[in-house]
């Protein structure tokens, strides 16, 4: 009679199983963690490159503009407390009266004294341009750099962002949705030939933030910039 030969099965144990599998989740784990933080980097590191991006585009708008205006015709003024920019309606709304507004607009500021706004009209053209920093009127940890022009401001630069109190005017934003100005200091100082140096000094951070506030990467970025008015001296 032939002999049968008994098959043999093999295979894993539990214990192997388990080791294999707490393994393989351990791999896993690492894998995921370590893609989360690349994107979170990636994402972090597109921000601040948008935040640079956009404060060199307002720094590089007033180099050009400023530069070619008559120091006569520069004019800044600090009225942070009096106005709020409402990103709702695109317009600059005031937090006062227009007494209180004549009183901020009447002066230009003194030297080396900062401000938030500054009216310039450059050689050549009849329209004023005007650059200010408001913090919005919806949520007061926001800050928005508007641009505006105006026909003619002597002796009345309040109506270049807000015609009167009860009618506004639409201004263009330069900064978007995805960066938060935090300041946007203006000063100048007049040099010998009675040229002005305009110090422009912007801090702008992104909104979207996936690093905790303990990481080593800063969220704020800084940049300042001086230009200096070329009027000619005869």
């Given at each position: ?9 093999e ?142 401001l ?56 996936y ?24």
């Amino acid at each position: 009679m032939r002999n049968q030969s008994v098959k043999k099965y093999e295979g894993f144990s539990l214990v192997e199983m388990l080791i294999t599998i707490t393994i393989i989740g351990v791999v896993m784990l690492i894998s995921a963690v370590t893609l989360t933080s690349l994107v979170k980097i990636s994402t972090v590191s597109s921000n601040k490159t948008r935040v640079r991006t956009e404060t060199e585009f307002v720094l590089e708008l007033v180099r050009r503009t400023v530069r070619n205006s008559n120091p006569s015709d520069i004019y800044i003024f600090d009225s942070l407390d009096e106005r709020r920019f409402n990103p709702e309606t695109s317009t600059v709304v005031s937090t006062s009266e227009m007494l209180n507004l004549d009183e901020v607009y009447n002066n230009n500021l003194e030297e080396n004294i900062f401000g938030n706004e500054i009216h310039f009209r450059p050689y050549g053209y009849e329209n004023w341009i005007c650059v200010g920093f408001f913090k919005s009127s919806v949520d007061d940890t926001k800050g928005y750099i508007i641009k505006n022009n105006a026909d003619d401001l002597w002796n009345n630069h309040a109506s270049c962002f807000q015609n009167n109190i009860d009618e506004a005017q639409y201004v263009m934003v330069l900064n978007s949705e995805y960066v938060n100005i935090t300041g946007f200091n203006i000063a100048y100082t007049i040099s010998d030939e009675t040229n002005y140096l305009i110090r422009f000094d912007i801090k702008a951070e992104p909104v979207a933030w996936y690093l905790g506030n303990g990481a080593p990467v800063q969220k704020e970025v800084f940049r300042q910039t001086v230009v200096t008015t070329e009027g000619l001296i005869w």
